[in-house]
């Protein structure tokens, strides 16, 4: 199906928020609306959401791609993950404002913006469907545990690793090094160690809002939310192996992936934004099909 692209330029406050909608001819009543993940831009890493809106858009699929405050060419300071269901709800209102068709849309997120669609997506009844891609759920020991799982223990089986310890080369030692404050902060030990170190990493993806851990936070909105979810993980990245040892070692997060309304989808070999066009196109794939099939 043919479609056009334009440019659109609307208010976030007092800011100026830039989205790019991909409209088919005939557009169907639900579309999706791309939440880039931080810090990024509306085009994505390797043009990954450029790409995505289009080959939706040759399905009938609308979908629109934007900038929130701070980040690309719209206006305001730069915030983390938790601060933008705000522009969000703007896009999403704009999103309808541009495609009259609509009934109902979908929020595509990557990273942290798949943990910002869990967490806040229950509060718009317009939002009926959530694709979320590797989602973000990081703590200072849930990261270790998932270093220790999914890389050291790996190392360990290595016997060059072994023979670099034999030679005692400096990266090697590094390596140790690493390593054992890995294992000190999965244990949850460690000098100077204190209650807030157990909270979400403060860095871009910073949880920095409420004392409540992250991962707890996404499945309360994940509880909240009534919608159909379309979970996709990547099999070579230590963001999804994280969200799963997360899932696996909580009962709540169980019952909510075996929910009938959760599909999930695992690319085995792919990496954190899927950067090949055979792991890109299958994402797009999986989305069309599965917006087509309720």
């Known amino acids: ?69 701070g980040m690309g060419d719209s206006e305001g300071e730069a915030r983390n993950f938790e601060e933008i269901w705000p522009d969000i709800r703007v896009a999403t209102d ?50 270790a545990k998932a270093q220790l799982k999914h890389y050291y223990w790996s190392r360990l089986m290595d016997k060059e690793f072994w023979r670099k310890m034999a030679r005692g080369e400096l990266a090697f030692v590094m390596a140790i090094s690493s390593f054992a404050r890995a294992l000190a902060t999965a244990l949850g030990i460690g000098r100077g160690r204190t209650a807030a170190d157990n909270s979400p990493v403060t860095t871009a993806h910073a949880d920095t809002n409420t004392s409540t851990p992250l991962p707890e936070r996404m499945a309360d909105g994940m509880s909240r939310f009534k919608g159909k979810v379309l979970l996709i993980l990547s099999g070579s990245d230590l963001t999804a192996q994280e969200f799963e040892d997360t899932a696996r070692g909580a009962r709540r997060w169980g019952r909510l992936l075996a929910d009938t309304r959760v599909e999930r989808r695992k690319l085995p070999n792919a990496n954190h934004t899927f950067s090949t066009r055979e792991w890109r196109d299958q994402v797009a794939a999986w989305t069309a099909d599965w917006m087509r099939s309720w």
């Open 94 to 143: 704009q999103f309808f404002l541009e495609v009259p068709e609509l009934r109902d849309v979908v929020i595509w997120g990557l990273c942290d913006a798949a943990s910002a669609a869990l967490i806040c997506a229950h509060r718009d009844p317009r939002v009926t469907g959530l694709v979320l891609l590797n989602p973000w759920v990081r703590t200072l020991e849930g990261l």
């Open 1 to 69: 199906m043919s479609f056009a692209e334009r440019a659109v330029v609307f208010s976030g406050g007092i800011e100026r928020l830039v989205a790019i909608v991909s409209l088919p001819q005939h557009p169907l009543p639900r579309g999706v609306l791309i939440v880039v993940g931080g810090p990024q831009y509306r085009v994505g890493s390797h043009r990954q959401f450029v790409l995505l809106c289009r080959a939706l858009a040759t399905q009938g699929i609308a979908a629109m791609r934007f900038d929130y405050r």
